[in-house]
């Protein structure tokens, strides 16, 4: 039994359960930042647009500015109801609950353009509330290789594959530098974000390289040219991969981040290597944490960050169920926080195993134990999120600022 409450809770729910498409949610939709993947109605279910999807809007804002992903679910208990002169309800089917929500704004930039007739949309920034996400080379080239016929990928991933993005921006596969005209265009954007959206955060990320120490000398150009543009110095982080240590000394004395974040994604070697095998395989399990370590002596405990999937593990292929799944990570949350890294955890669901009729229980099981586990762990080891790192206005599939936030008020 969940000892979470308050929008924490709330969040878990609608996260592992998702939302039902109504005319409300797609009149959102018009005046909403549009959800990167529509919403696919299942069979049988009615659908007024004959085409089988459906714009969304991308992210729920509750009234005290918690963030919550939409994820489209036409089995969901949760709709909305409402109008934007009205207002928005989310109302679940099983009590009729309604909570008062709104969505994140459709703003003025994101139909904006550069000087030279570049979308701003395309230029490589994007938000997650009050985070800024610096992605100019997302291509990663771990989707080009394989072996053994295996796909490097990470199996969770759709989003690095080379395309239209990586063509706009001007990355080319095996070049390393970024085009100066790509970088130049991305501070217009910036600049222009910036002003319309409080941002408090700023994000540098993109496509992997399966040389690391390439890698690291296309991040350094990066975030030397965003330490440049940016006039209103925000909290920048570093979110490449692991990074070898004269490279990580480097951002260091340069001061070119307040923090870093490499994505170790995955506790444990063998889900490692088999979830993420391009990390595995480039990089390597150890050395991945290895980079972590270093990059704690350098910034200090509590600086230093590490995305991790969870849901993911419960994949039919791996043979976890919850229980197990939640024992590994929180055995990892515990063994990173020991280090003085801080491990933040975004709900994945598994594509596998959705015939099971408990597939959605066994989600919010495993999510919500991980959640309440891991909190106990950074207290013990003294450990928060940074708020100029991330905060629960841009923590929109993460739980570790919402739980933490609610301890605080509940403690003074």
């Known amino acids: ?31 909403s930042m549009p959800n990167y993947y529509p919403y696919r109605f299942k069979e049988g279910e009615p659908d ?22 939409i994820l489209g679910n036409g089995d969901s208990p949760w709709h909305v109801e ?24 459709l703003r003025p930039w994101q139909s904006g353009q550069t000087r030279d007739g570049m979308p701003y949309a395309q230029a490589g920034v994007s938000t997650h509330g009050d985070m800024l996400v610096v992605n100019v080379a997302p291509g990663c080239e771990y989707f080009l290789h394989k072996h053994d016929g295996r796909s490097m990928r990470c199996s969770f991933c759709a989003y690095g594959a080379p395309d239209e993005r990586t063509k706009h921006l001007g990355q080319v596969t095996g070049q390393v530098t970024i085009p100066q005209a790509t970088l130049e265009r991305m501070g217009e954007a910036m600049d222009a974000v910036i002003e319309q ?8 990320v993109g496509g992997s390289l399966t040389d690391w120490r390439a890698e690291g000398e296309r991040f350094l150009q990066l975030a030397r040219f965003v330490r440049q543009a940016n006039r209103h110095r925000i909290p920048a982080t570093l979110g490449s991969g692991a990074l070898p240590d004269d490279q990580l000394a480097q951002f260091h004395a340069e001061g070119l981040v ?19 095998p391009g990390k595995a395989r480039y990089v390597g399990y150890e050395r991945w944490i290895a980079s972590l370590e270093t990059a704690v002596r350098l910034w200090g405990r509590g600086h230093v960050y590490s995305a991790m999937v969870a849901g993911i593990e419960l994949d039919p292929e791996h043979g976890l169920e919850w229980q197990d799944a939640a024992r590994i990570a929180l055995e990892g949350a515990e063994d990173l926080s020991r280090r003085g890294i801080v491990p933040i955890y975004s709900l994945v669901w598994p594509s596998g195993g959705r015939q099971r009729p408990d597939y959605h229980e066994r989600i919010r099981a495993y999510f919500e134990t991980l959640t309440e ?7 013990r080891h003294g450990l928060a999120v940074a708020d100029s790192f991330m905060c629960h206005r841009c923590a929109y599939m993460q739980l570790e600022c919402d739980v933490d936030r609610v301890a605080e008020a509940a403690a003074a």
């Open 1 to 31: 039994m969940t000892s979470l409450t308050g929008s924490p809770a709330l969040k878990v729910q609608v996260m592992c359960e998702g939302i039902r498409y109504t005319p409300a949610l797609a009149a959102a939709a018009a005046h």
């Open 48 to 69: 007024p647009t004959g085409r089988g999807i459906a714009t969304i809007p991308y992210l729920i804002n509750l009234g005290d500015g918690t963030e919550i992903r």
């Open 82 to 105: 409402g109008s934007r002169d009205a207002g928005y309800r989310l109302v679940d089917d099983r009590d009729g609950r309604s909570v008062p929500v709104a969505f994140e704004p």
């Open 197 to 204: 959206a409080g941002v408090r955060h700023i994000y540098l």
């Open 258 to 276: 307040e923090h870093v974040c490499f994505n170790l994604e995955m506790w444990s070697e063998p889900l490692f290597s088999r979830i993420c």
């Open 373 to 379: 586990g891991y909190a106990a762990i950074r207290r």
